[in-house]
């Protein structure tokens, strides 16, 4: 099984793959750990990617790709492996289509977390940092019993310029002006699914679980779980 996990920041999309890996098995494959891994361990490819990550420049597509091809020849993604951060747009889709196809593989399938907008900014723009422990706390979903101070250690609390509510808006101004495209992309080809986000943890991942363990018995129409 390929899979490739779609979701807005805030989606849940860590938690999500973290329960598909418990339930089949299959390997997480997260963009950002695989580039980090590979500039770690010094290969070719991540020397490469070091060098535009230095320069604070993004890192060329087919350099991601090759890393991601390299990644899922390996013998423990034979079960299958959950694609997540990657593609971001059509072309890169198309391209990572190309690639697999070499292999004489193929995307299966493609998984959108679907959370609306403004839940998505309530969830981001009340998370609150521990500045000496680190605990995250959220004005909504588990605030502190002090405002501004932390439950274990009494530090203080902050926020991230990423957690601000403009910055958070422009960030999913973004993500949805290039991930859309993606989603109608697999869509036209009868590979995407779609699960209702907007829900307690727990249901979301029973969703999640209980539509891909039907994909085996499934027919080739679009299917949307909410």
């Known amino acids: 099984m390929y899979l490739v996990l779609l979701g807005a920041p805030g989606a849940g999309k860590g938690t999500q793959a973290s329960a598909i890996t418990d339930e089949f098995g299959w390997v997480h494959l997260a963009s950002g750990d695989l580039l980090r891994a590979e500039v770690a361990k010094g290969t070719e ?98 605030p502190p019993k002090i405002a501004g101070k932390c439950d274990k250690c009494g530090g203080e609390l902050y926020q991230r310029m990423d957690d601000t509510e403009t910055t958070v808006r422009e960030r999913l101004k973004v993500f949805f002006n290039q991930t859309t495209p993606v989603l109608g992309y697999y869509r036209q080809k009868s590979k995407l699914i779609e699960v209702n986000g907007d829900a307690d943890i727990e249901k979301v991942t029973v969703d999640v679980i209980n539509a891909l363990s039907r994909l085996g018995d499934a027919d080739s129409d679009n299917r949307k779980i909410v």
């Open 45 to 142: 490819l991540g020397k490469i990617a070091k060098s535009y990550m230095e320069k604070g420049a993004l890192v060329p597509d087919n350099i991601v790709i090759q890393m991601i091809i390299n990644r899922v020849s390996a013998p423990d993604t034979a079960a299958g492996v959950i694609l997540d951060g990657f593609p971001r747009t059509t072309g890169q889709a198309e391209s990572l289509d190309k690639a697999l196809q070499k292999l004489d593989r193929r995307i299966d399938w493609a998984l959108y977390i679907n959370v609306p907008p403004e839940r998505l900014v309530k969830r981001i723009s009340g998370r609150w940092i521990c500045k000496q422990c680190q605990t995250t706390y959220h004005s909504i979903n588990s």
